[in-house]
C-alpha cells in the first residue's frame, strides 16, 4: 500500500497549520550570536531550536536536545534508517526588503516571505510535518527516521560535527536544503583569505577606508567607502562611467562641505543585488563594483591605491570564473569553479578580505589553493588559506537515491534527475547524504536576499514527498 491518498488528505487538512508554524518560527531572529552560557550559538539560535523542539514535543514525537548544537525527533525507537537533516540558523537580515521585514513573515499571493522561510526553516516543517503524517495516519513502520535540526549551518556547521562525535550516521540521510530533485554532487570549498599592511599615507585626495562583507557565502548587495578630498563633480563623474561599466549603483553622501575642496569627506555606497555566494551569476556584487568605481578616481598615488588596482586585477567585476586569478576549470559531473569576493575591510594602513570559491569535483589543491596562492602573492598579498573542502558525490544508481527521484517523479510529474550544486549543504560530509528539496525548480526565492520567499504550494507538496519516501524507505514492506 502506497498511503498516497491518506499522505495527500492529510497536508492539505493541515496546511493553514503547517503555515502558522512556518512563521512562528521564522518571526524568530536566528542569525548565529555571539556564545552565552548554555547557548553556543547566542540566544536568538537557541530560543529558535527551543521552540521547533517544543512544536515537535507537542505532536507527540520523543526529542532529544544536543548542549543546545543539535535538537533531534524521532518518529520511532526501532533501529536507524533515514535521517533529514535540516538548519534553523539564518542570514543576518540584510538590506533591502520591501514586501515585509526580515523577521516579521508574511503570507502574500500564495507565498511566505521572510527569512528563514526558503532556507531553512519552511522546509524543516514541512519534514516535521511528513514525519506527524506517517505518526497520525498510523502507517506501520520498520525502521525509525529521525530528524535532526542544526544551528550553525550558516557558518561552518561546528553544531553537526558535535553531534556527529556523539551519534553514527543513518544508513541514508537526504537534507530539505536545496532544490529538487536530488543533489548528489557538491562542489569543493575553498574560503580566500587574504591580507597585506602598508604604510599610511595623507596625501590628498585618498582613500580612508573601505567596509564591505557580511559573511563569506554571501554576495555582497551594498559597499561602503569613504574617501577624502575629491569634489562633488569629479565623484559623479566617476560614478556615471562606473555605473555604466559594472550596473551597480554609486550613491554618496557629501561630509564636512566646506570651500576647501581638501577637507571634503565623502562616503560612498555602491549599491549591487544580493545573492548567494554559490550562484554568482544570479546576483551583482557590489564590493567588486566599489573597487571598479574607487579605482577610476584620480586619488593621490599610494602603497593603498595601487593594492586596490591589484585586487581589481586579480578578482575584477563580473569574473566569476577565476579567469584572472588562473583557476578558472570545469568538469562535466559539477560544472564550472565560481568566485566571489564577498568581504573588505581596508583604511590607510592596510586591508584583509575573503573570496569564496566553489570547486569542482576534477580541482585539486595544486589546482586551485596553490595557483591563488601565486597570483595573489606575486601582487604583493599575503594569501592565508592553507586547505579546501574536498567536493561530495553519491552514486545515483543506489536505492536510495533512485528511491527519491520516482517519489518525486509521482508527486510532481516532473522527470527527476540528479544534479550537482556550487551551493554545500549540511550532507556534504556525510558518506551516503543527498540534498533532496524543498524548492521547485525554476523557483527563485531570493535565498540569502532581500525578501526571501517561499511558495506555499511547493512547501506542502514537499511534505507530501518527504512522507511518502519515509514510507517507502522505512515503512513495513
Given at each position: ?16 497549520e ?16 555571539p ?8 540566544e ?28 533531534t ?104 536544503d ?17 591580507a597585506a ?50 550596473g ?58 595601487k593594492?586596490?588596482?591589484?585586487l581589481?586585477?586579480?578578482?575584477p ?5 577565476g ?11 559539477s ?42 602573492e ?21 536505492h ?21 550544486t ?23 526565492n ?32
Amino acid at each position: 500500500m502506497d498511503y498516497r491518498k491518506e499522505i495527500e488528505s492529510y497536508m492539505e487538512a493541515h496546511r493553514q497549520e503547517m503555515i502558522d508554524d512556518i512563521c512562528s518560527l521564522c518571526s524568530i531572529n536566528s542569525e548565529k550570536q555571539p556564545y552565552k552560557e548554555g547557548m553556543p550559538y547566542g540566544e536568538g539560535v537557541y530560543k529558535a531550536l527551543s521552540a521547533a523542539l517544543s512544536m515537535a514535543e507537542d505532536y507527540g514525537f520523543s526529542i532529544n536536545n544536543y548542549d543546545a548544537y543539535v535538537g533531534t525527533v524521532d518518529l520511532n525507537e526501532k533501529e536507524k534508517g533515514l535521517d533529514i537533516l535540516a538548519h534553523l540558523d539564518v542570514v543576518p537580515a540584510g538590506e533591502g526588503w520591501k514586501e515585509t521585514q526580515a523577521f516579521e513573515p508574511v503570507v502574500k499571493e500564495g507565498r511566505i516571505y521572510g527569512r528563514g522561510t526558503a532556507d531553512d526553516k519552511g522546509p524543516a516543517v514541512a519534514a516535521l510535518y511528513a514525519m506527524r503524517a506517517v505518526k497520525e495516519l498510523g502507517i506501520p513502520m520498520e525502521k525509525n527516521v529521525r530528524l535532526i535540526l542544526g544551528t550553525d549551518e550558516e557558518c561552518g556547521s561546528s553544531d553537526i560535527a558535535h553531534y556527529y562525535a556523539i551519534e553514527k550516521e543513518a544508513p541514508m540521510t537526504f537534507s530539505p536544503d536545496a532544490d529538487f530533485p536530488v543533489t548528489n554532487t557538491e562542489k569543493g570549498r575553498m574560503n580566500g583569505h587574504f591580507a597585506a599592511q602598508w604604510a599610511a599615507d595623507d596625501a590628498l585626495p585618498k582613500l580612508c577606508s573601505i567596509k564591505a562583507g557580511t559573511k563569506i557565502n554571501v554576495l555582497p548587495g551594498k559597499a561602503e567607502a569613504t574617501v577624502q578630498g575629491l569634489s562633488r563633480e569629479t565623484l559623479e563623474e566617476a560614478a556615471k562611467k562606473a555605473e555604466e561599466k559594472t550596473g551597480v549603483r554609486y550613491e554618496m553622501r557629501f561630509e564636512d562641505f566646506t570651500e576647501k575642496e581638501d577637507d571634503m569627506v565623502t562616503v560612498i555606497t555602491a549599491v549591487g543585488k544580493a545573492g548567494h555566494a554559490a550562484f554568482p551569476e544570479e546576483a551583482n556584487n557590489a564590493l567588486t563594483g566599489l573597487l571598479a568605481f574607487i579605482n577610476i578616481l584620480p586619488l593621490k598615488e599610494s602603497p593603498c591605491t595601487k593594492m586596490l588596482k591589484a585586487l581589481e586585477e586579480l578578482i575584477p567585476h563580473g569574473d566569476i570564473y577565476g579567469e584572472n586569478l588562473g583557476i578558472a576549470m570545469e568538469d562535466e559531473l559539477s560544472g564550472k569553479l565560481t568566485v566571489v569576493f564577498s568581504m573588505l575591510n581596508a583604511d590607510e594602513n592596510g586591508m584583509e578580505g575573503w573570496f569564496d570559491t566553489r570547486c569542482p569535483v576534477c580541482a585539486t589543491e595544486e589546482t586551485v589553493l596553490q595557483k591563488a596562492k601565486a597570483a595573489m602573492e606575486a601582487k604583493g598579498i599575503t594569501f592565508l588559506t592553507d586547505s579546501m573542502r574536498a567536493p561530495h558525490h553519491v552514486d545515483g544508481n543506489s536505492h536510495f537515491v533512485k528511491t527519491l527521484l520516482a517519489v518525486y517523479e509521482e508527486y510532481t510529474g516532473r522527470k527527476g534527475e540528479c544534479q550537482s550544486t556550487g551551493g554545500g549543504t549540511y550532507v556534504h560530509d556525510l558518506k551516503n547524504g543527498v540534498a533532496f528539496g524543498a524548492t521547485m525548480p525554476g523557483t527563485d526565492n531570493r535565498m540569502h536576499g532581500a525578501d526571501e520567499f517561499a511558495v506555499i504550494d511547493e512547501l506542502v507538496v514537499s511534505a507530501k514527498i518527504f512522507a511518502q519516501v519515509i514510507v517507502n524507505l522505512c515503512g513495513t514492506v
